[in-house]
């Protein structure tokens, strides 16, 4: 990026400011800085003396802005954002995760409630560790979901890393020689509580009718193969696959990760789809996720004479504890779920060794 300092003269007096050239593109940082002009009046001693002094002051902006962009601090096509924005440098840092749309949506969710905590603009050098400590005050106990409930634990937590790690990278772009968040304790995340099926409470959800036939199908789906709704929701006939190797199999790419998924399938889930149809159809068509169908899903599991609170993702932590319960490995079990690293699967193994203590407790002897 080449930055200019240039004049611009109306006869009466002379505005100073900073031309940026990127890219073939050109913008403007207008420094509220002015020489008096000497077109036609003889400047007076003083007035000289006030020009060099503003001449001075303007060649010190001008200094410090080449510097920055010379270090590439902000990357920013906007050149009033270099003055030192931090809700517009978190933006930045979000938009290079547009790509990987569960990240994006946790790191857009934490600048949302940036700007809702900040109300006005916060600069680099007004955050401290003050600063964060009321932050991290407004999402423990101030801030609010879409349905005006507290945050979780764990959305917190999240949250309030993605504004340590935007300070992390400022400081390691020397945007900021020292990281303010190195001494403040992040926000510890809860222990999430996983509802999930017994092999018997799954048999026996699967023997009754559903208001909405297609939401039984793909909850039980999801049970016998771990597919999120969000992969089940947009399932083509063309991710259904067989070979004479592996069998009937799963070839799509995870909605949440990004991540490219060969998943086999037993018979009994690949059964449940029905007639196959055209390669770019949808195969479970008309599933929605709403309050009302997830009020039906309930309805449907209390039928069974189930009174946990279940919702479709059950159907995954069903199939994940299910494996587990069965002898399946975890690495396996890692794999099937597509997770990324292993402690995301180790969660499980808690309601594991729950299930273990229950059962050993069931014996109970007269001495």
């Known amino acids: 990026m080449k930055v200019t300092l240039r004049q611009r003269d109306n006869g009466t007096k002379v505005s100073l400011y900073l ?28 007035q000289k003396d006030e020009n060099k002094a503003t001449s001075k002051l303007a060649d010190d902006i001008w200094s410090k802005r080449k510097l920055e962009a010379q270090r590439g601090s902000y990357g920013f096509t906007d050149a009033q954002k270099i003055k030192g924005s931090f809700i517009d440098y978190v ?32 600069l680099f050098n007004q955050i401290d560790s003050r600063w964060l400590e009321k932050f991290k005050y407004y999402l423990q106990f101030e801030a609010r979901s879409k349905s005006n409930k507290p945050l979780s634990k764990n ?9 340590r790690a935007s300070l992390k990278e400022a400081t ?72 004479k190797e592996m069998g009937n199999y799963l070839r799509f790419t995870q909605k949440k990760t990004q991540g490219s998924e060969t998943l ?68 396996t079990v890692s794999k099937l779920l597509g997770h990324k690293n292993l402690k995301t699967t180790q969660i499980y193994t808690k309601v594991i060794d729950e299930k273990k203590i229950q059962a050993t407790n069931k014996i109970i002897l007269d001495l």
């Open 155 to 163: 959305t917190q937590c999240s949250y309030f890393d993605k504004i």
């Open 172 to 243: 390691r772009e020397e945007i900021i020689q020292r990281n303010p968040a190195i001494d403040i304790k992040g926000i510890s995340p809860g222990d999430p509580q996983r509802d999930f099926l017994t092999y018997d409470e799954l048999k026996a959800v699967a023997k009754e009718e559903c208001e909405i036939p297609i939401l039984k199908t793909a909850f039980i789906f999801s049970a016998l193969t771990g597919l999120r709704w969000s992969d089940i929701n947009k399932l083509v006939w063309s991710e259904v696959q067989h070979s």
């Open 19 to 46: 031309e940026y050239y990127q890219n073939g593109k050109r913008s403007y940082e207008y420094l509220n800085l002015y020489l008096h002009s000497d077109k036609t009046n003889k400047l007076s001693k003083q």
């Open 264 to 331: 086999p399938i037993s018979q009994q889930a690949y059964e449940l789809l029905g007639e196959r149809g055209k390669p770019e159809e949808r195969v479970f068509t008309h599933l929605k996720y709403s309050a009302w169908y997830n009020l039906k899903l309930q309805q449907w599991v209390m039928k069974a004479g189930i009174s946990k609170t279940i919702t479709f993702h059950c159907a995954r932590h069903t199939y994940a504890t299910l494996q587990l319960t069965l002898g399946t490995d975890i690495y």
């Open 91 to 122: 933006a930045l840092l979000k938009e290079k995760r547009k790509n990987s749309q569960g990240n994006y949506g946790n790191w857009d969710s934490a600048h949302k409630h940036l700007k809702i905590f900040a109300k006005t603009d916060v």
